[in-house]
């Protein structure tokens, strides 16, 4: 009696990509999220490739995972690919110290954060 596999969580024609321990607050990376949700693949590529923000280029690495991921796994078409969902998580909080006037110390956190990228074909109707 084996283990039945667990279904997949997304439909069938989608894919998905999951970035962790990204070295930045989830805060200031949802705001690049933000911008690519609900666009075209190649217009979400060029958004990410002439941000000012540092982040949006491990957010254009995680988007080209799930590009690739959707080609090769799913055998779906790349022209037809649309950012559905973008999200962010929170992940591990680095503490630190840092020496104050008289003795003191305060606490210094640095965040860490995930994102998931997932990408869905769009049919002949859409």
């Given at each position: 009696?084996?283990?039945?596999?667990?279904?997949?969580?997304?439909?069938?024609?989608?894919a998905?990509?999951?970035?962790?321990?990204?070295?930045?607050?989830?805060?200031?990376?949802?705001?690049?999220?933000?911008?690519?949700?609900?666009?075209?693949v190649?217009?979400?590529?060029?958004?990410?490739?002439?941000?000012?923000?540092?982040?949006?280029?491990?957010?254009?690495?995680?988007?080209?995972?799930?590009?690739?991921?959707?080609?090769?796994?799913h055998?779906?078409?790349?022209?037809?690919?649309?950012?559905s969902?973008?999200?962010?998580?929170?992940?591990?909080v680095?503490?630190?110290?840092?020496?104050?006037?008289?003795?003191?110390?305060?606490?210094?956190q640095?965040?860490?954060?995930?994102?998931?990228?997932v990408?869905?074909?769009?049919?002949?109707?859409?």
């Amino acid at each position: 009696m084996a283990k039945q596999a667990k279904p997949r969580r997304l439909g069938g024609a989608e894919a998905m990509a999951k970035v962790t321990a990204i070295r930045i607050s989830p805060r200031k990376l949802n705001l690049v999220a933000q911008s690519i949700r609900g666009l075209k693949v190649q217009r979400a590529l060029n958004e990410l490739e002439f941000s000012h923000k540092r982040i949006a280029r491990d957010v254009r690495k995680a988007l080209y995972s799930a590009i690739s991921n959707a080609e090769n796994n799913h055998n779906l078409d790349i022209d037809n690919l649309v950012v559905s969902e973008a999200f962010v998580g929170k992940n591990l909080v680095m503490k630190r110290f840092a020496a104050r006037a008289r003795g003191r110390a305060s606490r210094i956190q640095k965040p860490f954060s995930e994102i998931t990228i997932v990408v869905r074909e769009m049919g002949e109707a859409a």
